[in-house]
Structures are given as structure tokens and as C-alpha cells.
């Protein structure tokens, strides 16, 4: 008799369990639902933000066209030795005159000390690195998360180089050439990670550059028309 009580205890114990089990899912699945789309939306307008300002000048955007898509990132980052970045969602950058003025693009570079760092890039055809914009960072507050700070994103605004190197301890009363970067202090791993996906950055945007992908005469060939580009610029600034 003893033993029956003590098996419907147990089962009572184990149903009130589940029973709570399945209300807490139902309760954060809902949850998850009310905030999923205004955390996207603000996410949206984060980004928004960051393309306008990654490149100056910038009126509009648009996605390369499917039929200039002939320079794939993968295969050029792999093939120029570039390990765990990856370049995305690169666009093409028209100014006010719909002429092609440059590229911006999302890079993610997974060799930072606490996870991925996610990152708008602007880039010209005549070779400038207009900035750097973060989306997305996880480093050490006052140690790597200072990459989002201006005095570390400078080094990156309106430099004209080939490449990126970051330096250790450098001599202030020495002036930094286009390309030097100054190392974050107690935060190398970050710093580095920054330096080679920017230029990762760069290595893609002159293989496009290399066959004129956006540049005028290309550009009247695409299959995007000025509606369609004024569509996808009013599209942007609505999100905002």
C-alpha cells in the first residue's frame, strides 16, 4: 500500500513538472514572439545608421547584380589566405548623381577574444578606406570593446592603403602613415582581429574593382534600373 502512495507521488510530482516545463516554454516562445520583431527593427535601424555614415557622400545602395556576380568572397579571401572572416551583403555606392562612387560591406571576423565581431566597411574605387562602423561586438568592456571607440576607428577614416598593420607601443612623436594602426592596450587579439578583416575588406573590394563591378560604364549595363534603385533608397531611409 505503501509502495502505491509513494509510485502516485512520484508520477503527481513528475506531471506537475512537465506541466510546468511546457507552461515556461509556452511563456518564453510567447515572449520571444512580442520582442523578436521590434529587436529586429531596431537592429535594422542600427545598421541604417552605420551604412550612412561608413561612407560619406553616400546617396544610395543597391546589391550588386546577380549577372556581375562573378567575384565570389569566399574564394577570394581563401585564396589570398584569410581564415575565419567572411565578407557579406556587399553594395554597391551611388551619390547623388547615380554615379558608382565605391562598395560598402558587412564583414565578420571570428578571431576576436570573445566571439564574432560584425562590422560595415566603406570602401572607394580610388582606393580610400572611407571607415569602419561596428554592428556587433562581444569583447572585454574597457579592453577590446574599445574598437568601437572613435579614437580607434580614426585609424581607419579616410585612410588610403593597401593594407592594415596595427603597432605595439609606438613612439606618438612619430606621425602615423595611412595603414598604421595603433594597438589597444591588454587588447591585441581584438585589434588584430580588426586589422585583417578590414583588410580582408580591402583584398575583395579591388578584386571588384579590378573588373570595374559598379563603376560607370558597368553600372548602365546592370539590370537594376533607377526606379529600382530610388525604390531600395527610400526603402533604407524609411528604416531609419
Keep these: 500500500m505503501e509502495n502505491k502512495s509513494s509510485a502516485k507521488t512520484i508520477f503527481i510530482d513528475a506531471l506537475l513538472l512537465c506541466l510546468i516545463t511546457i507552461f515556461a516554454a509556452l511563456c518564453l516562445g510567447t515572449v520571444y514572439e512580442i520582442t523578436k520583431k521590434p529587436i529586429e527593427a531596431a537592429r535594422k535601424k542600427a545598421e541604417n545608421k552605420a551604412l550612412s555614415a561608413v561612407i560619406p557622400g553616400a546617396h544610395n545602395f543597391t546589391a550588386i547584380p546577380k549577372e556581375f556576380s562573378i567575384v565570389d ?38 578571431i576576436g577574444y570573445s566571439g564574432d565581431i560584425i562590422f560595415l566597411l566603406g570602401y572607394r574605387f580610388d582606393g580610400t578606406v572611407t571607415g569602419i562602423e561596428f554592428l556587433e561586438v562581444s569583447e ?52 588584430n582581429a580588426v586589422v585583417k578583416a578590414v583588410n580582408a575588406g580591402i583584398c575583395y573590394a579591388e578584386s571588384l574593382a579590378a573588373k570595374q563591378i559598379g563603376f560607370s560604364e558597368i553600372q548602365k549595363k546592370s539590370q537594376f534600373t533607377e ?14
Design 140 to 191: 572585454s568592456p574597457g579592453l577590446g570593446l574599445n574598437i568601437k571607440e572613435d579614437f580607434f576607428k580614426n585609424d581607419f577614416k579616410n585612410k588610403k592603403a593597401k593594407s592594415f598593420r596595427y603597432i605595439k607601443n609606438r613612439d606618438k612623436n612619430i606621425p602615423k602613415n595611412d595603414g598604421d594602426v595603433d594597438a589597444l592596450s591588454g587588447a591585441t587579439i581584438s585589434t
Design 73 to 110: 568572397p569566399e574564394d577570394v579571401l581563401r585564396d589570398n589566405g584569410f581564415e575565419k572572416i567572411k565578407v557579406e551583403d556587399t553594395k554597391i555606392v551611388f551619390d547623388e548623381n547615380e554615379n558608382g562612387i565605391g562598395y560598402v560591406m558587412r564583414i565578420i571576423s571570428s
Design 227 to 240: 526606379n529600382q534603385r530610388n525604390a531600395e533608397t527610400a526603402d533604407f531611409k524609411n528604416k531609419e
